[in-house]
């Protein structure tokens, strides 16, 4: 066991904890199952093809081979937390804004239009959170982390590869989904590997085959070009761009990235504000003054549907998890019409936050983002590398969100990169604090 660890980690763990070496297993374990490493797709489902009864089928349930999997995961994060109770409970209430979220999600069965499917999803975000935190917590080094998804991700790499021989890589428009459901998942995986190999660069160069770095780069680059996922190259390239300049005007202003980010936000929507009543025009005339597709390839028609709905719901939502997947009750399907009816998502991360938990679930997740961004800055000068991984892996997942959907949503790959890297930041923040000042509150 201790080889098969030491190998993994690239480090010797015999000297490890057994919660040092248990939180390496189950860090691994959850990756493999957020990555699809066990599961790759080699026949993606075209719901349009196979009409609303298999749209229905396969997104309103789960296996019990999943539940079986996570509750036993959640089993050995329970007995890793009844270890240490004081550190973990001192850990996860520095993170006041995530726990109101997940508890507020799990009250919100009790108006939920689909009480069952919200309850079942309810746990399983409480499952995910603490598997997650305990792993980041009990981890030896939070450079491990970047290491194993490197090594996974190369796994992952070779898995969507084999995805050419076997016929079935690319979908009928020409673009390459390999062993994921859709072109956009692959553009989004390919990008985050590309992150995490540039990660496990500058965290772990020194246990890494620099040669092995470049083949692997190189195809999750060809990948995500193959892919045609517009939103993912874009941000790939723009988000680290982004990051460097909020991170030069907060230090310009003394103030934090998050801050910056915040601001710039509201100025964007201030200035269509004020454009759309200086001209005299609605949103969309006005955007086409600066963007050719104000619909977002239809996103537009999606949105439109989708706050019509939560107007009847607009404080608490339907319940989390309790708006898409739930069977005919679906109001996309009960209420929807044309392609809507075959969707099991907004395309936008915000809008079905608010679908799902209304206003309240929205500000609880901005005070999620606030307490990240002041974690971060704690750190800011200490570890710049780590600085900048996390808020370009938040960011890319940020603005992810605004054409698809993944806040507080599953198991789904971005919502469970947000997670990490908020737990990841309060670690470093907390080891700041404790290195400088004796204390880690």
Partial sequence: MNTLLSLWVSEDCRSYSFSQKLAIVIFTAISVQVLRIASPDFSAVNYHEFGVDMLVEDTSGSGAGKYLFWFSLFALSLFLCAQFPKTVSQFCLSQKPLLILVIFGVISVAWALAPVISFK???????????????????KDIRQIFLILYRLCFILLFINLMSIPAGVAFDLNGAFRGALTHKNVMGQYAALSLYMGAAVYYFCGHTINKLGLVFYSALWAALLLLSISKTSIALFVLVPMLIVGLDYIGQSLRLQVGTVLFLAIAGISLF??????????????????????????????????????????????????????????????????????????????????????????????????????KHVSGFQFSQRKLFYICWILMLFSLTNNITESSIIRGLHSIWVIQLLVIAIALRAHKEYRQTTYGTAN
């Fill in 272 to 373: 269509i504000a004020f454009g759309t009543a200086w001209f005299g025009l609605s949103i969309q005339p006005f955007l086409q003054l600066f963007v050719e597709d104000t619909s977002l390839t239809g996103r537009d028609f999606i949105w439109g549907f989708m706050l019509d709905e939560i107007k009847e719901s607009w404080l608490i939502g339907y319940g989390l998890g309790s708006f898409w997947g739930i069977g005919f009750d679906s109001p996309n399907i009960r209420y929807g019409e044309g392609f809507i009816v075959f969707l099991h998502q907004a395309h936008n991360g915000y809008i079905d936050l608010l679908a799902q938990l209304g206003v309240i679930g929205l500000l609880a997740y901005i005070g999620c983002l606030a307490q990240f961004s």
């Fill in 121 to 139: 999803r309810s746990v399983m975000q409480i499952i995910l959170l603490v598997t997650v935190f305990s792993a980041v917590i009990f981890i």
